[in-house]
């Protein structure tokens, strides 16, 4: 007996080993609904309460296995609520399937109730856009999407479902999608590094891009040892390499250090592997001039289309990240100098980075410094941490050393309320691993009411909420550039600890910094989710930073 269009779609999500999806139900797809109950033991349904959510779990799924992340809603305004998960798929370079319902066939053009053009809609975010309009090349177009989202530069790919074509049979079964890899760096590629490595003075090697594997890190690791060169970690991206190893010289993105930056200016070698270079780790196109770039930037990265975006580097190379730092690390250097030279460059680095790290103080209220310290020192090395966007994640990235891969879930596009959900996801995915979110208010409340979600799934993570009553960044400049005209920033906030208890979650109010390790010691023993809401000074605004003094 034949397969349907709906559950060979199915099908083909489980011949790719997808193990979760995750959904907000709507009428167009009622039949993918029902072909998931026949294999609920194989493919779990995470059932959301945000279009905007399901999407950023699937992300988190995306970035934490390395396989596409399937989220699942229904037509219109579904689909367009979860344009924002698709945006940090996209800048974030992760694997993602948006599988959204349609009008039937016999409607499309028409305006129909809520009929959208997605190709129009996610045409410049998506890396495809397919609709299954023909039932007998369904196993073809599932298989072709899950390729595309996980091939190259990975990113999200929107299967589109008219709703007439779901009960039609399919006539092909689902066949396994191909992930077609980047090439491996070849022999002269390898040998002008080695020559480049050799002759440089002042060496830096930057880690970022799609994916990471605890392999990566390893070869990076054995690489950078063999040469004693600095290492760099993209935006966001500080979970490429241990950052407690002496050869560990900080983030490249917003807010980075000062030092750093002059550092990565004066290098004469500067090895980027994997990284876009994009406008937060390239310090707004200000780290390289065009002859600088040319003279010292080797960049491999698995898109050609990223390589001499910007900057015409010395050497482009389009190359699989894994297969480029595998190679690296089997490139050894022919004298101690070499070595010798690049060591003093070394103990620098890690000195600069070590002072940065040293926890700020406040003047008052709880610090976000020392608590995020407590955070990092505690907790087990393979924690997972989940974050959004605001000035709370600067006292984050700046004080916790990340020290295993896959621990950082982090959007590089900005993505306000992209925590709450991504850290939910991994805890579904991981419930034997420390999950960490770390939230301001307004980034919480843009997708805290998951706690519903949380809850039903006993996911088990622990959500800091830093309270300062303000979108924080957003007055940050104001202070800068408009003082004294406090413009739409203010927020009225509700109890968040008694939020979290009202839905069956630990709840609990931080006041004082001292407080603080207690609380998360409950936390953790609570036996559910947890929440510990810390009230801060606004005046506090970043790290070492205070609006009075003009932020």
Not at 84 to 93: C, F, V, W
Not at 347 to 354: C, I, N, S, V
Not at 358 to 377: D, F, R, Y
Not at 514 to 527: C, E, H, Q, T
Request: a neutral charge; proline letters at 7%; hydrophobic letters at 45%.
């Amino acid at each position: 007996m034949s397969r349907t269009v709906a559950q060979t779609i199915v099908d083909a999500l489980i011949a790719a080993n997808v193990t979760h999806a995750f959904a907000v139900p709507g009428e167009s797809y009622l039949a993918v609904l029902d072909a998931l109950h026949d294999v609920r033991d194989r493919l779990r349904l995470v059932t959301c309460r945000h279009e905007a959510a399901a999407a950023n779990m699937a992300e988190a799924y995306g970035k934490l296995r390395g396989t596409p992340g399937v989220a699942m809603v229904t037509r219109g305004p579904g689909a367009t609520h979860a344009a924002i998960g698709l945006h940090t798929a996209q800048q974030d370079s992760t694997p993602m399937l948006l599988l959204v319902g349609q009008v039937g066939t016999d409607m499309l053009g028409r305006e129909a109730f809520q009929e959208v053009d997605y190709t129009a809609v996610f045409g410049t975010i998506a890396k495809r856009v397919i609709t299954i309009d023909r039932p007998d090349r369904t196993a073809e177009l599932m298989a072709a999407a899950l390729s595309a989202a996980a091939s190259g530069r990975p990113g999200p790919v929107v299967v589109v479902l008219p709703e007439d074509q779901l009960s039609e049979p399919a006539v092909h079964p689902a066949v396994a999608p191909a992930r077609i890899a980047p090439p491996a760096p070849d022999a002269a590629a390898l040998a002008e590094i080695h020559a480049r490595l050799a002759a440089a003075q002042r060496p830096l090697l930057l880690l970022g891009g799609p994916g990471v594997s605890a392999q990566q890190v390893a070869d990076a690791c054995r690489f950078a040892e063999a040469w004693q060169m600095p290492v760099v970690t993209s935006w966001r991206r500080k979970d490429r390499f241990d950052n407690r190893h002496p050869l560990y010289a900080g983030e490249l993105g917003l807010g980075a250090n000062p030092a750093l930056v002059t550092r990565v200016k004066a290098a004469d070698l500067l090895l980027c592997v994997g990284a876009r270079l994009g406008e937060n780790p390239s310090q707004a196109y200000t780290l390289f001039t065009p002859e600088s770039a040319a003279r010292t930037l080797v960049h491999i990265h698995p898109d050609p289309l990223a390589l001499g975006r910007v900057w015409q580097p010395a050497l482009a190379l389009h190359a699989d990240i894994g297969a480029t730092l595998s190679a690296l690390a089997k490139l050894l250097p022919c004298e101690a100098g070499e070595v010798a030279r690049a060591q003093r460059v070394t103990e620098g680095a890690r000195a600069d980075y070590l002072a940065w790290t040293t926890p700020t103080s406040v003047q008052s209220g709880p610090n976000p410094a020392a608590i995020i310290a407590h955070l990092s020192e505690t907790l087990p090395a393979d924690t997972i941490f989940a974050n959004g966007a605001g000035n709370f994640a600067a006292w984050l990235h700046r004080f916790h050393h990340h020290r295993a891969a896959g621990t950082q879930l982090a959007p590089t596009s900005g993505a306000m309320g992209y925590g709450v959900p991504a850290g939910i996801a991994a805890a579904i995915l991981h419930p034997d691993r420390t999950v960490v979110v770390v939230a301001g208010d307004g980034d919480f409340l843009m997708s805290g009411n998951e706690l519903a979600t949380c809850a039903h799934e006993d996911a088990r993570p622990i959500f800091v909420v830093l309270d300062n009553g303000q979108y924080g960044t957003i007055r940050m400049h104001q202070a800068r550039d408009f003082s004294g005209r406090q413009s739409g920033t203010r927020l009225t906030n509700p109890d968040f600890a008694a939020f979290a208890r009202s839905f069956g979650l630990h709840g609990e109010t931080v006041t004082t910094t001292g407080a603080f390790p207690d609380a998360l010691a409950r936390a953790r023993a609570a036996g559910s989710a947890a929440l510990i809401h810390i009230l801060t000074d606004p005046q506090e605004i970043g790290p070492g930073r205070r609006l009075a003094d003009g932020a």
